[in-house]
């Protein structure tokens, strides 16, 4: 702890909260019940009507969690990984909305928490507190003064609806997969269009495809997918994983994704073809993310990766019938650069007569018309549309708050060229702000769920730490947070990950800095150096 911080800050006197925090995801939930336990007065704001985060809002249809819902919990209270019962190898969105229920009524959260409240600025005053703005539709803005602010706002909660010409003057129903209706919505005998071939687009293709009378996918970039192997668990299996939950968890993080799953093998290289093959062939079989955990240098060698991308290859070419479909549903980029897709029947889909797949870069779309979307060369009839087209990722969230720091200094300014954090936990200007799974944290190459327990306790540990020797202030040093994005850098630039326009590095949406924001040395490291810091006194950060 470095206590040559500088100027002093004047008594602020008594705030309406110690802790502020925003959204009620899993992490804002999970905040909410330690920083309570931990004798502070803390309260949750969130936009949406409800408990769940993206959960919450990703209700399209075949939403699913690509980490095993076993693993894809809290660990954090073990009566609470015991009693819940989870039904399929991978969760569907209402269950998964369902448990974040049952977390909320099971820790009486629901008392401290606010919803329909937008948080819409905080500012950081000159009297050692932030004094955060909250909109509610049909009421005053309000102000709420509290001594620390922490962002629980999600990595992939902005939509990113893409600018198309015309996209206002269609008259049929819109849709973007993050702002799904609450009411069912029926596709039965309709013509629908689907923009984007990501996560969101693959989960959800499948099913609209059974509904719709024609289905047409606009696809800008193939998509690398593995089949997930979904299946109803096993009791017996999950009596198993009960016996020892803790066990399972604990080996989870010493894994690079904290999640278990076979371990890979050192090169693709060193195998022979058929070898090689065999192991893909495995791990496809098995089902899911586990498939990149072949080889441990799928991610570091381009040949090496090449291997991997032409197994998936091969097996769009055997499962998609139509030759010309199958070219263009192969994708040409690295495999894993884009995060890879999991999925039940993708390919499969485009061998119904009703889906018809278009590639956006031999026929780009010209605009959306009043009945449909107009590529060269034709319009494709529509009676409703789904942008698939994701999110502005991991700092959309933060930016879109007017966030001020020290001196007035604006969080979007600061972020001008792409995000500056230390730890992704805090940044240098903005004292007492703390981000869950913020940019420079592995947060999205990790499973979400340990990664936001990590960081939450280290938040509440960290805010405990500091009532305990009476000071109220912590920011993160300039010179710390410099070495930090640094090494978030260095680690990422020696990866293939970085080599493409992914979300990760902000290139999906238009203007924003190219900057691969995720920390990409995995779980472990992460994890072990935010407890050498915290145990260091919180080293890099000045305390007053
Ligand atoms: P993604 O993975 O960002 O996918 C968005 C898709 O939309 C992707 O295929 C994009 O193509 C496409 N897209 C984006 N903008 C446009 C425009 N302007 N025109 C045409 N197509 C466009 O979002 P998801 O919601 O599917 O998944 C996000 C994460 O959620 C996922 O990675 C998991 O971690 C869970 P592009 O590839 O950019 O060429």
Redesign the pocket.
């Known amino acids: 702890m470095n206590d040559t911080a500088d100027a002093a800050v004047p008594d602020s006197g008594t705030p309406d909260l110690d802790a502020l925090i925003v959204g009620a995801g899993f992490a804002g939930l999970y905040l909410l019940h330690r920083l309570r336990g931990a004798g502070f007065r803390a309260r949750v704001y969130e936009a949406g009507g409800g408990v769940g985060g993206?959960w919450y809002w990703?209700r399209y249809p075949g939403a699913r969690c690509?980490v095993e819902s076993l693993s894809y919990s809290y660990q954090f209270d073990e009566a609470l990984q015991q009693e819940w019962e989870w039904t399929e190898r991978y969760a569907v969105q209402p269950e998964i909305l369902r448990y974040a229920n049952h977390v909320a009524d099971r820790f009486a959260l629901w008392p401290d928490m606010q919803f329909d409240t937008r948080v819409a600025a905080a500012h950081w005053d000159a009297d050692g507190l932030w004094r955060v703005r909250l909109e509610a539709e049909g009421r005053a803005p309000e102000t709420v003064t509290a001594r620390f602010c922490i962002m629980a706002t999600g990595?992939?909660s902005t939509a990113?609806l893409?600018?198309?010409p015309g996209r206002n003057s269609f008259r049929g129903a819109t849709y973007h997969?993050?702002r799904w209706p609450h009411e069912e919505v029926d596709f039965t005998g309709l013509r629908v269009a689907v923009?984007?071939?990501?996560?969101?687009?693959?989960?959800s293709i499948p099913a609209i495809a059974k509904q719709a009378a024609q289905l047409t996918v606009?696809?800008?970039?193939a998509?690398y997918s593995v089949p997930a192997q979904n299946r109803p668990l096993d009791p017996a299996e999950v009596a198993a994983v009960k016996a020892d939950y803790r066990g399972l968890r604990e080996e989870a993080k010493t894994r690079f994704g904290c999640f278990v799953v076979d371990l890979p093998r050192p090169s693709a290289l060193a195998d022979s073809p058929e070898q090689r093959v065999a192991e893909f062939e495995r791990r496809w079989q098995t089902g899911g993310l586990t498939f990149m955990a072949s080889y441990e240098d799928l991610l570091y060698d381009a040949e090496a990766n090449e291997t991997a991308a032409e197994f998936v290859r091969a097996k769009i070419r055997a499962t998609v019938r139509d030759p010309e479909t199958a070219r263009t549903l192969m994708p040409t980029n690295v495999i894993g650069c884009?995060?890879l897709?999991v999925d039940t029947g993708y390919f499969e889909t485009y061998n119904r007569p009703n889906v018809r797949l278009i590639d956006?870069n031999e026929q780009p779309?010209s605009e959306i018309t009043g009945s449909g979307v107009a590529v060269e060369g034709e319009e494709i009839a529509a009676d409703a549309i789904v942008?698939?087209?994701?999110?502005d990722?991991m700092t959309g969230s933060l930016k879109r708050i007017d966030i001020r720091g020290r001196g007035g200094l604006p969080l979007r300014d600061a972020w001008e060229a792409g995000p500056r954090t230390y730890l992704g936990l805090a940044v240098n200007g903005f004292p007492n702000l703390f981000t869950i799974t913020g940019p420079g944290s592995p947060s999205?190459l990790t499973n979400m769920m340990p990664s936001i327990e990590q960081h939450v306790e280290w938040v509440s540990d960290c805010i405990e730490a500091l009532r305990d020797r009476g000071a109220t202030v912590i920011e993160a040093e300039r010179a710390a947070q410099d070495d930090w994005v640094g090494h978030v850098n260095e680690l990422a630039d020696a990866s293939l990950r970085s080599t493409c326009?992914?979300?990760y590095v902000g290139?999906?949406v238009?203007g924003k800095p190219r900057v691969f924001m995720p920390y990409i040395g995995g779980y472990p490291a992460y994890a072990a150096r935010c407890a050498e810091i915290a145990a260091a006194g919180y080293e890099g950060f000045a305390i007053r």
């Open positions: 993206t990703n690509d990595c992939l990113n893409p600018d198309i997969t993050g923009i984007g071939t990501g996560s969101s687009a693959i989960q606009f696809q800008r970039t998509n884009k995060r897709c956006i779309i942008f698939a087209t994701g999110f990722a999205v326009s992914s979300w290139a999906n238009p």
